[in-house]
């Protein structure tokens, strides 16, 4: 699904990402830990086609097609998902709108028609019910006014709604409480499909007690230092990130 | 300077006098004598004066409008049909029609207002409520005084007289429309509503011409809102692209009066408005304004608040939305006199600029003498924000279309403060008739 190949990224003049190589295929949950300033939200934002990142070096091909030359929006039509770690306010657009907007772009983008009113109606409903909010939400402005907690919910209720292939979750569970962070990773799991993959950009390793992922993978200095299983994640909650940073100083 | 272009409208004048409407009120003869010697003295306001200095009207002095006769036929009322006029009606109101500053019965609508409840033309009110008049025209306008004001006292032809008694509560909102049909004509309405205490009114002030016609309107609006009085005062300015618009509104508020007003200043290639509220004992207002600028647009607002007396609150917001050359002004000011003890007041005014020629100057002034207040302001210039932008593409949204949603929302904002659904649904066809995008859809806002 994800090919990441020797990807190497600039802000500005300064390297960020030194050579990132990663292949994630469908189904699969990834998770990207780091201490901070690795590049971890980096890599979350490249992916989704934030401005403001050079590519040096290196390839990214989503389904078989070079990501780094879409538009965001044309990613975000194929199916890419950004959860945002700080989600934007957007006073004066209702949540509802931006739901529909969203959903018939991707539709159109697939050469279907707009979607019927009562049938999106229902599919909102349904999904807001999941993740426990209340439906007022859909018919404020978009996360204007809503704590941390709940605008991380509204990122995954859009993303219950837009069904994308490849999620990516920068940093969902800092500033949830435990109870937020329930709700959010139940409905996380909810999406889980052999047909949809996830890459969760993460500083802290209580979120994978809940969202449990294939592999995890230690970003250091722009480098994948450490590959493993869901054990790895455990070690390091266990013995911090210095170890492989200095790890990563001998070599 | 201005001193020789107004002699001219004042030569014009004595050719009028004698048609202008309450020639048997020897206060009313006062008071026009008396603004026009103002007025020959001073001219129209120029930028050497603070409250005027980034608006230039001389172009107002240098072109010699008319007044419309009220006696002429009006020669082109054929094209104010009755479809055009829908245009700008509103559904369930009341509604006055002044046409080139005169009262229009036969496009009046005044069917079932209650019978305690007075609505019609000034020139009418000056015959049949003349001691009321006397006590209410040019006092709200006492202490802000400029040349417009004079003007418009010694010039007026006509305009709106509304008066609800005490307890009265009006269930449909007025509408009153100034219409301009003509070209080179101005139109000088005073305009006096009077809602007494305990009462409740909505009123809509719409100002329109008829196609790029170039004439001149000059509205002052006089109000005054009784004790624990509740009054929605609407202003909805499109007037023809190539007209120029003052439109003064002074509010006094007795103790315990609320009273909210809306701007929407879309039209005019050059249009100055004045909100200027009196507020009395824990009298609360609302001001809320929009203005709209695409091509050469200039539209200046001058709002001032006066705290004269403890615990009363304002608060204000004005949003301007500027494209192409426009240039849009906000001027507020906040003044709290020594007496207004616990006086709470907000003032925020948003400019967004669409193209870097457009130009916001906006000036938010506070001046407080009392000691125990909360008074806040904030003021932001800038453009559409590139993290909003991002946001929505990456919710599927290309990038023209998040920049024109962003746009539309920035102004529904202020669109969604009206009340009154068929205002709202004619404001928000304003707001999308001037920002033409392809591909702006309604559903948006």
């Keep these: 699904m994800l090919t990441i190949k020797n990807l190497h990224v600039n802000v500005g003049d300064k390297p960020i990402l030194k050579g990132i190589n990663l292949q994630i295929n469908p189904g699969e949950i990834h998770a990207i830990m780091g201490p901070n300033g690795s590049g971890k939200s980096t890599l979350a934002h490249i992916l989704s086609g934030k401005s403001g990142y050079t590519v040096t070096a290196g390839s990214v091909a989503y389904n078989n097609k070079d990501l780094i030359d879409m538009a965001p929006e044309i990613r975000a039509r194929e199916g890419v998902f950004l959860a945002f770690q700080y989600p934007v306010e957007i006073p004066g657009v209702s949540n509802i709108y931006l739901l529909k907007a969203a959903l018939n772009a991707i539709r159109k983008h697939q050469g279907l028609s707009e979607v019927d009113a009562m049938d999106f109606l229902t599919l909102v409903k349904g999904k807001v019910r999941l993740l426990e909010m209340d439906e007022k939400f859909l018919y404020r402005a978009v996360n204007e006014g809503f704590s941390g907690g709940e605008k991380k919910r509204n990122e995954i209720l859009q993303m219950a709604i837009l069904e994308p292939r490849l999620c990516i979750l920068d940093e969902t569970d800092s500033g949830l409480d435990i109870d937020a962070l329930k709700i959010v990773s139940e409905g996380v799991n909810s999406l889980r499909s052999p047909d949809r993959s996830f890459v969760m950009v993460t500083h802290y390793q209580r979120l994978l007690d809940y969202i449990k992922p294939d592999f995890v993978h230690v970003l250091a200095n722009g480098q994948i230092v450490k590959s493993g299983g869901p054990e790895l994640a455990l070690e390091l909650e266990e013995k911090g990130y210095s170890w492989l940073e200095s790890d990563q100083v001998a070599a | ?445």
Aim: glycine letters at 6%; proline letters at 3%; aromatic letters at 10%.
């Design chain 2, 1 to 445: 300077m201005s001193t020789f272009s107004a002699s001219r409208y004042t030569t014009e004048y004595q050719a009028i006098a004698a048609t202008l409407p309450g020639q048997a009120l020897v206060w009313l003869k006062e008071l026009r004598a008396d603004a026009l010697e103002k007025f020959s003295a001073h001219g129209f306001p120029s930028p050497r004066e603070e409250e005027w200095r980034y608006t230039n009207v001389s172009v107002i002095e240098k072109k010699l409008f008319a007044t419309v006769s009220r006696e002429t036929p009006l020669p082109k009322l054929q094209v104010v049909d009755a479809e055009w006029l829908k245009s700008f009606q509103l559904e369930d109101t009341w509604s006055v029609v002044l046409i080139d500053g005169h009262f229009s019965a036969e496009f009046s609508d005044l069917d079932g207002l209650p019978e305690t409840v007075s609505v019609m033309g000034m020139a009418d009110a000056l015959t049949k409520q003349p001691e009321l008049l006397e006590t209410y025209l040019g006092r709200a306008v006492n202490n802000t005084e400029h040349g417009f004001i004079a003007f418009n006292t010694a010039w007026f032809t006509d305009g709106l007289f509304v008066h609800v008694p005490a307890k009265q509560v009006l269930e449909k909102p007025i509408q009153v429309l100034h219409i301009v049909t003509q070209s080179d004509v101005m139109a000088i309405t005073r305009n006096v509503i009077i809602i007494d205490d305990m009462a409740e009114a909505r009123i809509i002030e719409s100002f329109a011409g008829v196609g790029d016609n170039n004439y001149l309107t000059a509205a002052v609006t006089e109000v005054f809102v009784g004790r624990n009085a509740d009054h929605s005062l609407y202003k909805m300015q499109s007037e023809s692209e190539k007209a120029y618009h003052f439109g003064g509104i002074y509010i006094k508020q007795a103790q315990d009066a609320r009273f909210t007003h809306h701007n929407f200043a879309f039209g005019g290639l050059l249009a100055r408005s004045d909100i200027h509220v009196d507020l009395d004992q824990a009298s609360e207002c609302e001001l809320n304004g929009l203005y709209l600028g695409v091509n050469r647009q200039h539209i200046d607002n001058h709002t001032r608040i006066y705290h004269l007396k403890p615990h009363a609150s304002s608060r204000e917001i004005y949003k301007g939305v500027l494209g192409d050359r426009a240039r849009g002004v906000f001027q507020g000011r906040v003044i709290v006199a020594e007496d207004a003890q616990k006086t709470d007041s907000q003032m925020n005014n948003r400019n967004l600029l669409l193209s870097n020629e457009a130009e916001a100057d906006t000036k938010p002034q506070l001046e407080i003498y009392a000691d125990d207040v909360k008074c806040g302001h904030g003021v932001t210039v800038g453009q559409l924000d590139e993290k909003s932008i991002f946001y929505l593409q990456s919710r599927c949204i290309d990038e023209e279309t998040a920049r024109n949603m962003l746009t539309f929302a920035f102004a529904n904002e202020m669109v969604d403060k009206i009340k009154i659904k068929s205002l709202h649904d004619k404001v928000l066809e304003q707001v999308l008739v001037r920002f033409p995008q392809e591909g702006v859809e309604k559903s948006w806002l």
